[in-house]
């Protein structure tokens, strides 16, 4: 890709799309026009989409931003249009995509019936290349010079019509992707054989992992995914917050509203906590600990409250709550598998002083290694892998130890290294992590084997 940002150097301030702004392609026939015009650019397009998860039941799209060298700048709503994703499939599921923070839109662009076979997102670039600001307007300032406004992500994009300045900033969002992928690939270039490192194999890594694990519908996190409810403990607390959980979507997806607006989360987990109570905190309209069940103006507790929930709604709660105890215990749910699977970590030091040694050595040990590749720790490895690693590694150095007073270990060294890369694999960590972790965890296991291996850190 040609990189273009010399010609913008001259621009700070970029109010408006410099080819102006383009029409919203709001028809079926437009939509159409816009896959022909498309379909006769070159290099990859740049994609965004606007959404309304806080005014709407889900984060579908509801405005789609494209642009493609020789082919400029397009708008289409697909809440108008219908058809909009089957029409631009045949195009765009061909060509590369350039997004930024493409995790965030890619739920909505697979739910339209779209997919790449290559994607590139400059925030990824930006991770890797150690910048502080890996917004995408902090990035336009730090590698081409541009500044735009930022000021309208929070708006409701499910409003029609859309007004001129909305269009404006949508259409910016789009308008400097590919430069800018460019510009910033152009550093990972530089730094890679000024380092001797390969961060652009890191990137590619990087954005095919988001492709793959991003790359899904766009959903609704059931019951299980509510905020707390690791704390719940009695299944027929877990029952109700299913049946609660059920009944909120459902309302919610009828309404077309969040469904944080219909019942918080929190106010779920409350009552899961104490079942036995749930019917007086809905009658009353208060959650526990003074939290309200309905959302809106100002309530008791001084949290946010407002307009009372509807009498239809609060009798379909007071009956999903009455079904949760009447319910037959033998088909009542488990608890939702724990993430960690493991005590708390703060009691690692009295408790378990090997898997809390261990969990403090590999922290520093990352923060360390992180510092000397200008990354963020958790570009590498996030806190609670380091401990999920940790903790698995302390179990393994038990079954090390049986089997080395039995001599069945020839090789505490490798079996190290293996142990390292099968607990990062388990943790989703990429080949280009694991790379660099092993050697720098090696020496912290090192310490806690059952054998001398003095030469652990002498590669």
Same mark, same amino acid.
């Given at each position: 890709?040609?990189?273009?940002?010399?010609?913008?150097?001259?621009?700070?301030?970029?109010?408006?799309?410099?080819?102006?702004?383009?029409?919203?392609?709001?028809?079926?026939?437009?939509?159409?026009?816009?896959?022909?015009?498309?379909?006769?650019?070159?290099?990859?397009?740049?994609?965004?989409?606007?959404?309304?998860?806080?005014?709407?039941?889900?984060?579908?799209?509801?405005?789609?931003?494209?642009?493609?060298?020789?082919?400029?700048?397009?708008?289409?709503?697909?809440?108008?249009?219908?058809?909009?994703?089957?029409?631009?499939?045949?195009?765009?599921?061909?060509?590369?995509?350039?997004?930024?923070?493409?995790?965030?839109?890619?739920?909505?662009?697979?739910?339209?019936?779209?997919?790449?076979?290559? &994607?590139?997102?400059?925030?990824?670039?930006?991770?890797?290349?150690?910048?502080?600001?890996?917004?995408?307007?902090?990035?336009?300032?730090?590698?081409?010079?541009?500044?735009?406004?930022? !000021?309208?992500?929070?708006?409701?994009?499910?409003?029609?019509?859309?007004?001129?300045? /909305? &269009?404006?900033?949508?259409?910016?969002?789009?308008?400097?992707?590919?430069? &800018?992928?460019?510009?910033?690939?152009?550093?990972?270039?530089?730094?890679?054989?000024?380092?001797?490192?390969?961060?652009?194999?890191?990137?590619?890594?990087?954005?095919?992992?988001?492709?793959?694990?991003?790359?899904?519908?766009?959903?609704?996190?059931?019951?299980?995914?509510?905020?707390?409810?690791?704390?719940?403990?009695?299944?027929?607390?877990? =029952?109700?917050?299913?049946?609660?959980?059920?009944?909120?979507?459902?309302?919610? $997806?009828?309404?077309?509203?969040?469904?944080?607006?219909?019942?918080?989360?929190?106010?779920?987990?409350? /009552?899961?906590?104490?079942?036995?109570?749930?019917?007086?905190?809905?009658?009353?309209?208060?959650?526990?600990?003074?939290?309200?069940?309905?959302?809106?103006?100002?309530?008791?507790?001084?949290?946010?409250?407002?307009?009372?929930?509807? $009498?239809?709604?609060?009798?379909?709660?007071?009956?999903?709550?009455?079904?949760?105890?009447?319910?037959?215990?033998?088909?009542?749910?488990?608890?939702?598998?724990?993430?960690?699977?493991?005590? !708390?970590?703060?009691?690692?030091?009295?408790?378990?002083?090997?898997?809390? $040694?261990?969990?403090?050595?590999?922290?520093?040990?990352? !923060?360390?290694?992180?510092?000397?590749?200008?990354?963020?720790?958790?570009?590498?490895?996030?806190?609670?892998?380091?401990?999920?690693?940790?903790?698995?590694?302390?179990?393994?150095?038990?079954?090390?130890?049986?089997?080395?007073?039995?001599?069945?270990?020839?090789?505490?060294?490798?079996?190290?290294?293996?142990?390292?890369?099968?607990?990062?694999?388990?943790?989703?960590?990429?080949?280009?992590?694991?790379?660099?972790?092993?050697?720098?965890?090696?020496?912290?296991?090192? =310490?806690?084997?059952?054998?001398?291996?003095?030469?652990?850190?002498?590669?």
């Amino acid at each position: 890709m040609e990189n273009t940002a010399d010609n913008l150097t001259d621009t700070r301030y970029l109010a408006s799309p410099r080819e102006g702004l383009p029409p919203l392609a709001d028809t079926s026939d437009a939509v159409v026009d816009v896959a022909e015009v498309l379909a006769t650019g070159s290099g990859p397009v740049a994609v965004d989409t606007e959404r309304a998860s806080g005014f709407r039941f889900d984060d579908r799209a509801w405005l789609v931003q494209l642009r493609r060298a020789g082919a400029g700048t397009h708008l289409v709503d697909p809440a108008v249009v219908p058809d909009a994703g089957e029409l631009l499939a045949p195009v765009l599921n061909d060509l590369p995509w350039v997004l930024h923070a493409a995790h965030t839109d890619l739920p909505a662009l697979t739910t339209l019936g779209w997919h790449t076979p290559l &994607l590139h997102d400059t925030q990824i670039a930006g991770r890797l290349l150690g910048f502080g600001q890996i917004g995408l307007a902090g990035m336009l300032e730090e590698l081409l010079g541009v500044t735009v406004a930022k !000021d309208k992500g929070r708006e409701d994009w499910s409003a029609r019509p859309l007004p001129a300045d /909305m &269009l404006t900033y949508a259409a910016l969002d789009v308008e400097l992707l590919v430069e &800018l992928l460019a510009t910033a690939m152009s550093r990972l270039r530089r730094r890679s054989e000024a380092e001797g490192l390969d961060r652009v194999g890191w990137y590619r890594q990087e954005c095919d992992h988001v492709s793959a694990d991003w790359s899904r519908p766009v959903q609704v996190p059931d019951w299980t995914r509510l905020r707390g409810i690791g704390a719940v403990r009695d299944p027929r607390g877990l =029952e109700m917050a299913r049946r609660l959980t059920d009944i909120r979507t459902e309302v919610a $997806r009828r309404r077309d509203t969040p469904p944080e607006k219909v019942l918080r989360s929190s106010v779920i987990v409350d /009552m899961a906590r104490a079942p036995y109570q749930a019917e007086d905190m809905l009658r009353s309209g208060r959650g526990d600990s003074g939290r309200g069940v309905r959302h809106g103006g100002r309530g008791r507790s001084g949290g946010r409250q407002g307009p009372q929930m509807s $009498r239809e709604l609060q009798a379909r709660l007071v009956a999903g709550v009455r079904d949760a105890l009447s319910v037959d215990t033998a088909v009542l749910p488990d608890r939702p598998r724990s993430p960690r699977g493991r005590p !708390d970590h703060r009691t690692w030091a009295k408790d378990y002083p090997v898997a809390g $040694r261990l969990a403090s050595g590999f922290r520093t040990a990352v !923060d360390d290694l992180a510092e000397r590749l200008d990354l963020h720790p958790s570009e590498l490895v996030v806190s609670a892998s380091v401990r999920s690693v940790a903790w698995d590694a302390a179990q393994l150095l038990e079954t090390l130890d049986a089997g080395q007073a039995s001599g069945y270990v020839e090789d505490p060294v490798g079996w190290a290294e293996d142990a390292l890369g099968s607990l990062l694999t388990a943790q989703d960590a990429r080949a280009w992590q694991s790379d660099l972790l092993i050697p720098a965890l090696l020496p912290v296991i090192a =310490e806690e084997m059952p054998c001398p291996v003095e030469d652990a850190t002498d590669d």
